[in-house]
Structure formats: C-alpha cells, structure tokens
C-alpha cells in the first residue's frame, strides 16, 4: 500500500515562530488532507489539498502532486497550535469507496 | 447531531472482557468509518459502512473485532476477549456520501480510548 511520511516527528518551537512541516508519499493520491489533532484527541480538519496552495490566517498549505509531497506553514506560533499534525491521502481504487492513509505525525508543543 | 458522537469516552477493560464502543454519526450521512489509532502512531483503517452495508472489513486486526451498523446509522465496534494490544484510541468517521471522500468532507468524532489491564 502507500506510503506517507511526515517530518520532523517532534517540534518545539517559542511562541511566534514560524514552522514548516512536510508530508511525503510514495505513490499518486487523488486527495489529500492536513489534520490537527487537539490534545482531547479530536481530528480537525485544516486543509483540503490535493494540489495547489491554500491559506487561512496564520496557516498555509501546498501540496505538489506530480513530486508527491505537501508542505504545512504555521506562521507566528501560538501556544493553541500545540498538538499533533497529521497528513493524510487518499487513493480511489474500482470499489466505489476510498480510505485515508494517515502518516505518523508531528507532535507540535509551543512554549509561551 | 451537529457532529460525530462517540462513546464512551475511556474505557478500562481486564484483558479477556469484551467491550462495545458506540459512534452516532452526523444524521443523514451515508459513509461511516472506523479507524484504530496506537500511541505515537497515525489512525489506521479498520473497517467502512455505506448505510447498513459493511462493504469492508479488510483493517480488523483479528476475528475478535466485529462492527455493525443494523440501521444504517448508529454503529457499534465490539471487540471480545481483549488483549493489551488492543489499547488505542478508536476513531469513528462519517461522511455525507456514498464511498466517502475528502473532497465531500470527512467528520471525525473524538474517539473511545480503550485500555486494557
């Protein structure tokens, strides 16, 4: 099956530091998405991206599908960001029905 | 309800005690997922729904686990027997169309987390 590859694993960064997390994956997606997942362990959904490069606030995201990674922006850190990012792809096959391949994560902390 | 429910919230099981988790999903959505996420790892899929079709099963891990969702809305994830690498947190998903799909839009409830002593 794919696979997805996130990096760095870990990061701590000081509030209002800028940070640039990557997704890899092995093989061509139809979808992919970038998740947030709060310390009560609920998946956010941040961003819709199969291609291209989208913005909301402090947050950015692009995804370049023909070299199979994406890249997530966090801009000027806030101690709320913490928590844990996930990438995840998702490949259509004849079934009529897809599932998501989530990579590993990166566990963000921001300290005030 | 305004978004996926899942209960209960933690559950602490002997090993060899079966257990039953619960995931109310968005009303009116078609697709309902269920994923296993270990410690220090991504979610991992288990098994998917289209109203009350189990249309795969491929993701659990062993005979012990067993879904159902009889009326094509509530689903039910029951694992016999549990053993210590059964702890995970246990996801529910739904999405409002037939095959799911990100670009339709995927709720996550907030999980059952399940430990087992």
């Known amino acids: 099956g794919i696979q997805v590859e996130q990096s760095p694993p870990d990061l701590i960064l000081q509030e209002g530091a800028n940070s640039t997390l990557r997704c890899n994956f092995s093989?061509?997606?139809?979808?992919l998405q970038w998740f947030h997942q709060n310390p009560w362990g609920q998946l956010i959904n941040l961003f819709y991206?199969?291609?291209g490069t989208k913005q909301n606030g402090r947050l950015s995201a692009t995804t370049v599908a023909t070299e199979r990674y994406s890249l997530l922006y966090i801009s000027s850190s806030q101690t709320t960001d913490s928590g844990v990012y996930f990438c995840?792809?998702?490949?259509?096959?004849?079934?009529?029905?897809?599932?998501?391949?989530f990579g590993k994560g990166t566990m963000l902390l921001v300290s005030p | 309800g305004a978004g996926v429910s899942q209960s209960p919230r933690y559950k602490v099981a002997k090993r060899g005690q079966d257990v039953a988790l619960r995931c109310d999903p968005i009303s009116g959505h078609v697709s309902l997922f269920w994923y296993q996420q270990a410690l220090g790892q991504g979610p991992e899929f288990l098994t998917y729904f289209q109203n009350e079709a189990q249309l795969d099963k491929s993701g659990l891990p062993s005979d012990r686990f067993f879904a159902e969702r009889p009326e094509g809305s509530v689903s039910t994830l029951k694992i016999q027997r549990t053993q210590q690498e059964d702890s995970a947190v246990y996801l529910c998903?739904?999405?409002?169309?037939?095959?799911?799909?990100?670009?339709?839009?995927?709720?996550f409830g907030s999980g059952t987390r399940l430990t087992v002593v």
């Open positions: 093989d061509s997606v139809n979808n």
């Open positions: 991206i199969p291609s």
């Open positions: 995840a792809v998702e490949r259509r096959g004849n079934s009529g029905y897809s599932t998501l391949t």
């Open positions: 998903a739904s999405s409002p169309t037939s095959g799911g799909g990100l670009d339709y839009g995927y709720t």
